[in-house]
């Protein structure tokens, strides 16, 4: 990793360290939002949204499971009950039994279906994926008129996909901050989009003016 990169690295690092810290001396939380000291970590999503993920998260895998067994190699991620399939199966067939899986499972509001056909990535492979995120991550802290806490990075063989409760000025910006990135082949755009206006209603006023470029 070169040292640009160790330093953006941290710098992410540390910003969830401090949101650690928050979090255990009981924040204040308004709107969304943990305001604590100089930091505003921004979640987009109501409480019941997120709570809606996380449960469509842990659920998947053993729906997935008991629907093709062990084949493939699949992440689940879901954002405002919008949820992304990525990694790879062996087959058409298993391909479309895992959709169908997914958008049976309770709170799912909407499927898009990135699985490829083929075998599971390398270990190699699944390390410079998780390598990648932390970089697109980091750039976005980089470019100051984004909010890092807004977006959610999933990375499968080097295609980054993005998520999202955004305007389309931050989902063109962010995409563009991601293809910018190095060893990143292709970015796909997995955002639910707001105007100006709606997403200055979903978060705090100092929130919303720290969003503003």
Known sequence: MTSKYMRRAAAL?????VAAELSACAPLIIGGAIVGGSMVAINRRTSGAQLEDEG????????????INDRGSISVTSYNRLVLIAGAVPTEADKATVEQTVARIENVRSVVNELTIGERGSLVSRSNDALLTSKVKASFIDA????????KVVTERSVVYLMGLVTERE?????DVARGVDGV????KVFETVTE???A??????AAEASKP
């Open 13 to 17: 690092l540390a910003s969830l360290a």
């Open 144 to 151: 100051k008129d984004l909010q890092v806490n807004a977006f």
């Open 201 to 206: 209603n979903l978060q705090p006023p100092k």
């Open 171 to 175: 989902a063109a910006r962010a995409a």
């Open 56 to 67: 469509i998260e842990l659920k998947a895998p053993k729906r997935i499971s008991e629907a």
């Open 197 to 199: 206006a709606e997403l």
């Open 185 to 188: 082949q292709k970015v796909v």
